[in-house]
Each structure stands twice: as structure tokens, then as C-alpha cells.
């Protein structure tokens, strides 16, 4: 069994760095293209203010000469969902579940373990970035289907956006979920209250060892709970 999240966009660098591995060649495609962007051009490219492009410019530059702090990709974003999940004082259980079940999936560095060594960067698949004249979707997907290759029950909290990376044989095998806050007897999905749950959720699912859906089931977090009668096979709901 295996838990799929996604990267974030805030990082915090503000926490003890790791020796570096080397980059995979499908991660130094991408980054010998980011080379070939100016601070300018990246301006243009991420869409964001100069001070940001020279930023993001540097840290290019550093993962190009091997001079990039690296830092365990769970610690390191420090989105919504990030900071919802349980990160500190963890039990050997809850680490080593973590070690086993959770995998990011990232369009810089694939997917990679929960605690896995990374750069800061900023890249997403919504980018139109070409690597061999490929998109970043196209790109990635061969190595996205190998790192699930033999994985029958995939618990995703992707958005679209990484879910379409996988091939459709994977795909078919994710259990998926939707979060829901009951207002006023109406049932609302908003992306402030699907990231919170999301971090509680896998945190529910770290402190109960949950492998099954079954056990899924039985969970209540953050005042969430199971409702079958919104969920099918597939797709599991819950509602606050």
C-alpha cells in the first residue's frame, strides 16, 4: 500500500539540512532546461516578481554547480496540507509508516520517499516546460509507472494534475477521497478545507497503521467522518 501526495509551493528552510544524492537523469533533464532560463526569463516563465525570479534563478543555479542545501521533502513543504500532518515527535511506528506508505510526487524530483533528501525549487505540471520536447507530464510518466509497478492499493491525495502523470492501469487502482464541511444542510468542497483535511487524514491514517479501506472506514478527524452514503468503491467521502 502506498499514500500519494503532492508538493507544495511554501518551503521552510529554517530546519537541518541533508548530504545530497544525486540527481536521477530524468530530474538533470529538467534541470539543465531550468538552466537555460535567465532571472528574467523565469520572471515571465513562473509568472511572478523579480525578486522571486531571482530567487528561484539562484536556486537553479546551486542544484546546477552541486551547491543546493538538501532537506527531507515532508519538512521541507510547508503548505496547508504540510502543516496539518503530524511532523514532530514522531513514534518509531509512526516514522517507519511513514518511511514504508507516503511518497511525494513532484515534477522536479518524480516520487520520491516521504524523507528523501531534496532541494528547494519550484515547479509544478502546470508549467510549459519542455524536457526533449516533451511536456513535464509526458516527461515523467514512465518513471511515475515504474515507482508504483507491483502496487495493488494506492491511497491518493493528488489533485489532477499528478494524478494524470500515472498511466491509466494506475489510476484505476487509486482510492481517491473528497472532503466536505455540512453548512446550513448544504455540503460545500473548498480548497482551504480540503488541504487542512488532507494533513489530518494522513495523520489519522499514520497514528491508526491504517493499510485497508475497510480501516478507513472506522476513522473520525478533525470532526470528519466516513459518509458511505456519498462515497462509492473508488471514491471515499467525508464530511466535517
Known amino acids: 500500500m502506498k499514500i500519494l501526495i503532492p508538493t507544495a509551493k511554501e518551503m521552510n528552510t529554517e530546519i537541518p539540512s541533508l548530504e545530497a544524492k544525486p540527481l536521477s537523469p530524468e530530474s538533470q533533464a529538467v534541470l539543465d532546461e531550468l538552466a537555460r532560463y535567465s532571472a528574467q526569463e523565469l520572471e515571465s516563465f513562473y509568472k511572478i516578481s523579480a525578486e522571486?525570479?531571482?530567487?528561484?534563478?539562484?536556486?537553479?543555479?546551486?542544484?546546477?554547480?552541486?551547491?543546493?542545501?538538501?532537506?527531507?521533502?515532508?519538512?521541507?513543504?510547508?503548505?496547508?496540507?504540510?502543516?496539518?500532518?503530524?511532523?514532530?515527535?514522531?513514534?518509531?511506528?509512526?516514522?517507519?509508516?511513514?518511511?514504508?506508505?507516503?511518497?511525494?510526487?513532484?515534477a522536479f524530483y518524480g516520487v520520491i520517499p516521504a524523507f528523501a533528501p531534496i532541494a528547494p525549487h519550484r515547479l509544478d505540471f502546470m508549467m510549459k516546460l519542455k524536457v526533449g520536447g516533451k511536456s513535464l507530464t509526458k516527461h515523467w510518466q514512465a518513471a511515475y509507472e515504474e515507482s508504483l509497478n507491483g502496487e495493488e492499493l494506492i491511497f491518493s491525495l493528488l489533485s489532477s494534475e499528478f494524478e494524470t502523470v500515472f498511466p491509466?492501469?494506475?489510476?484505476?487502482?487509486?482510492?481517491?477521497?473528497?472532503?466536505?464541511?455540512?453548512?446550513?444542510?448544504?455540503?460545500?468542497?473548498?480548497?482551504?478545507?480540503?488541504?487542512?483535511?488532507?494533513?489530518?487524514?494522513?495523520?489519522?491514517?499514520?497514528?491508526?497503521?491504517?493499510?485497508?479501506?475497510?480501516?478507513?472506514?472506522?476513522?473520525?478527524f478533525a470532526d470528519f467522518n466516513y459518509r458511505e452514503d456519498l462515497s462509492s468503491d473508488k471514491e471515499l467521502a467525508f464530511v466535517k
Do not use: W
Not at 472532503?179 to 489530518?200: N, Y
Open 168 to 220: 491509466k492501469e494506475i489510476r484505476e487502482k487509486m482510492v481517491t477521497f473528497k472532503f466536505m464541511e455540512d453548512r446550513d444542510e448544504k455540503l460545500k468542497i473548498h480548497s482551504t478545507i480540503s488541504k487542512k483535511a488532507r494533513g489530518a487524514f494522513l495523520t489519522a491514517l499514520m497514528e491508526g497503521q491504517v493499510t485497508s479501506v475497510e480501516e478507513i472506514k472506522k476513522l473520525s
Open 52 to 106: 522571486k525570479a531571482q530567487e528561484e534563478y539562484e536556486r537553479i543555479q546551486a542544484l546546477k554547480n552541486g551547491t543546493a542545501n538538501s532537506y527531507p521533502a515532508l519538512y521541507l513543504f510547508d503548505g496547508l496540507m504540510y502543516r496539518n500532518i503530524k511532523r514532530e515527535n514522531l513514534t518509531k511506528k509512526e516514522q517507519s509508516y511513514l518511511e514504508i506508505h507516503l511518497m511525494i510526487t513532484s
